[in-house]
């Protein structure tokens, strides 16, 4: 698995969450590396992205309340969620890709998804 994930699980809502992506150095350097998500019956959707440069962009919905960061040395992205909602529970998958990620199909590899579950 090239980008095992890591931190889901179930949260009230307004809380926070932390999620991990563990990805090689040679992943860093060739390749954006964010999130996406995908809720039951929902098409698979953008919810940040960190570009190689370390610039970072966010879907709307999360803007705000999400931080995409990345420590290098610990070969891991992150994704720390804060004032957390009922409608972000959704299957959270760590990708990587070449920029601009407009689509799910531009992305090269896929972690395996973590649940987020956000009771109301």
């Known amino acids: 698995v090239q980008l095992p994930e890591s931190g889901g699980g179930l949260v009230q809502a307004g809380g926070s969450m932390r999620l991990s992506c563990g990805a090689s150095e040679r992943m860093f350097a060739t390749n954006a590396m964010g999130w996406y998500r995908q809720a039951p019956g929902k098409e698979r959707e953008f919810v940040a992205s960190l570009s190689r440069g370390g610039s970072p962009n966010y879907a709307d919905s999360v803007k705000g309340r999400f931080t995409i960061s990345r420590d290098i040395a610990k070969s891991t992205l992150y994704l720390q969620m804060d004032s957390l909602k009922f409608e972000d529970t959704a299957v959270y998958y760590c990708?990587?890709?070449?920029?601009?990620?407009?689509?799910?199909?531009?992305?090269?590899?896929w972690g395996q998804g973590t649940q987020v579950t956000v009771s109301s």
């Open positions: 990708a990587a890709g070449p920029l601009p990620w407009l689509s799910p199909k531009g992305i090269n590899f």
